[in-house]
């Protein structure tokens, strides 16, 4: 929480996830998968113009015209895919009109244990989905995270997800979203202008507390 302040202040609040709807954001955090942003912003900008950001427009496209508006934000065959099937789970839940209406029908472990049966939901995406779509207490590992605890000597590199995530979890108010949303998002922030794969050490806001830039 002392390096959740100082980043708080060197960065003020953050606008992430962004996205205009509970469905965006989980239709992002499959697009983001092996790729940036701005690329995903190039697909979403497509849905948003063939009026297909909704669970029914997307399961009614034919599959190629779907890929064909994903083709922006990469790998776009294995994401039509992956998106397809994340739509599917969230009709067969009953939630297709309001996506987030997931969060009530159940605890969030079990929640996350279902996305993850869903095909190509990896963790960070089940969490990404819990936490900014649907406003439950979830800690988001990305690489960001891995590479700025690691040079901040607080994680090992051989350190799964889980453990990754119950490191800070335990660091950590607890059922606080706020909070785990901003870390995230102040840890992006971080790791784009400063904590880069070639640090930006000098005038990073941690240097001070980084056992990377002493070294």
Same mark, same amino acid.
């Given at each position: 929480?002392?390096?959740?302040?100082?980043?708080?202040?060197?960065?003020?609040? %953050?606008?992430?996830?962004?996205?205009?709807?509970?469905?965006?954001?989980?239709?992002?955090?499959?697009?983001?998968?092996?790729?940036?942003? +701005?690329?995903?912003?190039?697909?979403?900008?497509?849905? =948003?113009?063939?009026?297909? #950001?909704?669970?029914?427009?997307?399961?009614?496209?034919?599959?190629?015209?779907?890929?064909?508006? #994903?083709?922006?934000?990469?790998?776009? +065959?294995?994401?039509?895919?992956?998106? +397809?099937?994340?739509?599917?789970?969230?009709?067969? +839940?009953?939630?297709?009109?309001?996506?987030?209406?997931?969060?009530? %029908?159940?605890?969030? &472990?079990?929640? =996350?244990?279902?996305?993850?049966?869903?095909?190509?939901?990896?963790?960070?995406?089940?969490?990404?989905?819990?936490?900014?779509?649907?406003?439950?207490?979830?800690?988001?590992?990305?690489?960001?995270?891995?590479?700025?605890?690691?040079?901040?000597? #607080?994680?090992?590199?051989?350190?799964?997800?889980?453990?990754?995530?119950?490191?800070?979890?335990?660091?950590? &108010?607890?059922?606080?979203?706020?909070? =785990?949303?901003?870390?995230?998002?102040?840890?992006?922030?971080?790791?784009?202008?400063?904590? =880069? &794969?070639?640090?930006?050490?000098?005038?990073?806001? #941690?240097?001070?507390?980084?056992?990377?830039?002493?070294?």
């Amino acid at each position: 929480m002392t390096l959740f302040r100082v980043l708080e202040e060197a960065f003020g609040a %953050q606008d992430w996830w962004p996205a205009q709807s509970p469905f965006e954001v989980m239709v992002g955090a499959v697009l983001t998968q092996n790729t940036a942003w +701005r690329n995903v912003e190039k697909a979403m900008d497509n849905l =948003r113009a063939a009026e297909a #950001l909704s669970v029914a427009a997307i399961l009614a496209l034919p599959e190629g015209e779907l890929a064909a508006l #994903l083709r922006p934000s990469g790998f776009y +065959r294995i994401k039509t895919a992956r998106l +397809r099937a994340l739509c599917l789970f969230l009709e067969r +839940r009953g939630v297709a009109v309001a996506p987030e209406k997931l969060a009530a %029908q159940g605890e969030w &472990p079990d929640l =996350r244990r279902d996305l993850l049966a869903v095909h190509g939901i990896g963790e960070e995406t089940a969490d990404s989905i819990l936490l900014y779509a649907l406003n439950l207490p979830v800690m988001v590992v990305d690489a960001y995270t891995r590479r700025i605890g690691g040079r901040l000597g #607080l994680l090992d590199d051989h350190l799964s997800y889980a453990e990754v995530q119950a490191c800070i979890e335990t660091e950590l &108010p607890p059922a606080d979203v706020p909070v =785990r949303n901003m870390l995230h998002a102040l840890l992006v922030a971080l790791g784009k202008g400063y904590c =880069r &794969p070639r640090p930006r050490c000098d005038h990073c806001p #941690l240097n001070a507390r980084c056992a990377y830039s002493a070294g």
